[in-house]
């Protein structure tokens, strides 16, 4: 696949995603007027409806600045006063310079630059396109790797970037949240409030046998909603790693750095905790440290959303020309 | 009477494809022109930041004044250089004479610790590094576009429509592309 059919498929992918999830609430809406209001028209359907386009759009036009929320992340313009460290300025100088080297690399608009007060390890890439982008790395990561691992780390986000796995990435993550924040919410309210009057409304609604599917249908629809967007959102990023892995050696022509970072990066084991549960299929390594991460196998192939630190590093090692 | 219309559907596909290859050559061309600027708005950061390196050193490197000469006229001469060819050489010797300015100052603890050398110093890095990959995103786009010249058919129309084959950036200096011999004979 070259790089615009990669454009295209992720465009692609982001419409089916927000399709999926207006589709989604538009059924949890109708089921709400079906079972509860016990009428066939669709009042919170239709309510529903619009407030899920709303939410996709607003998803799509600023979910980046939700995850950059999220991590609290502080760009690095504003890291500037006198009672910055002079070795920290230096650093923030550092990334800045990497940033721009890239993107000249990449030809492409100089991404905004934010960092994550975490000691841990870790970066991603969010926006819409190239022309809206951030790169956000954490203190730790620029504390850790030296000047060229931070290129090459830089050069793995920009790649992202060029993709358009980034608008993928971001709307995923900020409509995986809604999901998980309305099932929750529904989940709380259905068992302690609702239990009688559902009884009453089948009765109203008549089809007492399809109301009950319809019911079940519902019912299983908020319980898995959690489950099926994180197994979605796993489903998008890993392939797409390896991808960036690769173009991020072919910007910088220097793939054994990109090894080496990955390296430090694993071998700092403790979790990222500036960075959300919903935010982990954007970042460089798996911010939340699942042990399945570290292997091969079917399990950690559904589960994981990156691919095994081992294969990566070895595959940038291949490129090299280095076993 | 059928003929003719063959004859004008073949001749209006022909003037279409023509118009969609100009077109797209000329996309790559400016491209191409484009990415040449950046090198040349690098060269230009790097130029304007020398004078700022060499006051900032010079307090400490008195003794050093031949080092310090060599680089000022090294940014002088890459500054008044004039083509590709010129420009690449005396960018090659500016940043020899660089490399050694900044090999001397690891010597002098004042400047090593100091905080205004080393942002410079990672400044200059970072402008060395941009020139660098502004070449080498220069180089790309410069064999895509000539890719598209010389590929069957555009290569029949490319000449004829006035594009010419885009000059690669090329290590001008012999030095840079020798590959270093090591002696293992431990003589003394």
Same mark, same amino acid.
């Given at each position: 696949m070259d790089l615009f059919q990669q454009q295209a498929s992720n465009r692609r992918r982001t419409w089916l995603v927000m399709a999926v999830f207006v589709a989604f609430l538009f059924l949890l809406g109708y089921g709400f007027d079906v @079972?509860?209001? /016990? +009428?066939?028209?669709p009042v919170a359907g239709v309510v529903a409806l619009v407030g899920a386009s709303i939410g996709a759009y607003a998803g799509y036009r600023s979910g980046d600045k939700a995850v950059l929320a999220s991590a609290s992340a502080v760009p690095? /313009?504003?890291?500037? /006063?006198?009672?910055?460290?002079d070795a920290d300025r230096l650093k923030y100088k550092q990334i800045e310079n990497v940033v721009e080297e890239v993107a000249i690399a990449a030809g492409l608009p100089v991404p905004k630059v934010f960092v994550i007060p975490d000691p841990d390890p870790n970066a991603f890439a969010t926006g819409r396109d190239p022309e809206h982008a951030s790169i956000a790395v954490t203190k730790g990561l620029l504390d850790m790797l030296s000047r060229e691992e931070l290129q090459a780390v830089v050069a793995h986000e920009m790649s992202h970037i060029r993709n358009f796995d980034i608008r993928l990435m971001t709307v995923v993550a900020a409509l995986v949240g809604a999901v998980v924040l309305l099932s929750d919410f529904g989940r709380r309210w259905l068992f302690w409030g609702g239990g009688k009057r559902g009884g009453s409304s089948r009765d109203k609604s008549g089809g007492g046998v399809v109301g009950a599917v319809l019911m079940v249908v519902w019912l299983v629809a908020i319980i898995l909603a959690p489950v099926v967007g994180q197994l979605l959102s796993m489903m998008v990023s890993r392939r797409r790693e390896y991808l960036a892995d690769a173009s991020a050696a072919e910007l910088t022509r220097n793939p054994l750095a990109l090894a080496s970072a990955l390296q430090r990066i694993e071998s700092a084991a403790a979790p990222t905790k500036s960075i959300k549960h919903g935010t982990a299929? @954007?970042?460089?390594?798996?911010?939340?440290?699942?042990?399945? /991460? +570290?292997h091969e196998g079917r399990w950690s192939d559904l589960f994981?959303?990156?691919?095994p630190m081992v294969k990566r590093i070895g595959a940038l090692r291949e490129m090299a020309y280095e076993r | 009477m059928i003929p003719l219309f063959v004859l004008l559907g073949v001749l209006l596909v022909v003037a279409m494809w023509v118009i969609g290859t100009y077109n797209g050559l000329v996309g790559l061309r400016n491209q191409t022109i484009n990415g040449w600027k950046q090198i040349d708005v690098q060269l230009k950061r790097r130029h304007d930041l020398i004078p700022n390196l060499i006051n900032t050193v010079k307090g400490a490197m008195e003794f050093e004044q031949s080092t310090l000469t060599m680089v000022i006229e090294a940014r002088n001469r890459a500054v008044a250089a004039a083509g590709p060819a010129d420009s690449a050489a005396a960018e090659g010797v500016l940043t020899q004479a660089l490399g050694k300015l900044f090999a001397l100052a690891e010597s002098y603890p004042t400047l090593k610790a100091n905080e205004n050398v080393k942002m410079l110093q990672e400044e200059l890095a970072a402008t060395e590094n941009k020139i660098g990959f502004a070449r080498q995103f220069y180089n790309d786009i410069a064999t895509r576009f000539n890719t598209a010249q010389q590929t069957f058919p555009a290569n029949l129309v490319a000449g004829p429509l006035g594009f010419k084959a885009s000059e690669l950036f090329e290590v001008t200096e012999a030095a840079e592309r020798a590959v270093p011999t090591v002696d293992l004979s431990l003589k003394k």
């Open positions: @079972l509860y209001l /016990g +009428t066939r028209v690095v /313009g504003e890291l500037k /006063g006198p009672s910055v460290p299929n @954007l970042c460089i390594a798996d911010p939340l440290e699942r042990k399945i /991460g +570290t994981a959303s990156h691919p | -």
